[in-house]
């Protein structure tokens, strides 16, 4: 009876991790299939132990690689909260008076305070947001 050799093993277990990556979230187990692929290669002719450590190098170098292509390539683009406000062009629904310190600006179709009344701009006027503190901004011509 006929076992398996050990490339044999490498590639069923690469070939096995990689599919179950379908079903879990992330990139867990793809860099760990990916590196029993490549070990499976030279573990025809080489001692266990240094298939082991290819296998380890090859799974780092796909995590490597796949984080770095797929990981990080939208982290800096994707602004949410406060950030995703600032710089924003908005209309002004309500004059900002620097007298009574009172105005209003529409953004995403919600009144905001303004906390900056210190120039008048007239009702239906273009601002920018430059700082969001609470409930309240801070605008500027444009």
């Known amino acids: 009876m006929d076992y398996f050799q050990l490339w044999q093993l490498f590639l069923i277990l690469g070939l096995v991790l990689c599919a ?10 793809l860099p ?3 590196g029993a692929l490549v070990a499976a290669i030279p573990s025809e002719f080489i ?11 090859a799974s780092l170098a796909s995590w490597k ?6 990981g990080k390539a939208n982290k800096n683009d994707y602004q949410s909260g406060v950030d995703a406000m600032l710089g924003i062009s908005v209309r002004v629904i309500e004059a900002i008076d620097p007298d009574t310190g009172k105005g209003t600006v529409e953004l995403y179709g919600d009144a905001w305070t303004v906390m900056n009344a210190d120039v008048k701009i007239e009702t ?10 609470g409930n309240r901004v801070k605008v500027q011509r444009i």
């Open 65 to 70: 690689f796949l984080y770095n292509y797929f």
């Open 47 to 57: 001692p266990l132990w240094a298939t082991v450590l290819v296998w380890a190098l």
């Open 124 to 133: 239906g006027a273009e601002v920018k947001i430059t700082q969001v503190t």
């Open 32 to 34: 760990i299939g990916i």
């Open 20 to 29: 179950l990556e379908i079903l879990l979230p992330g990139v867990i187990l």
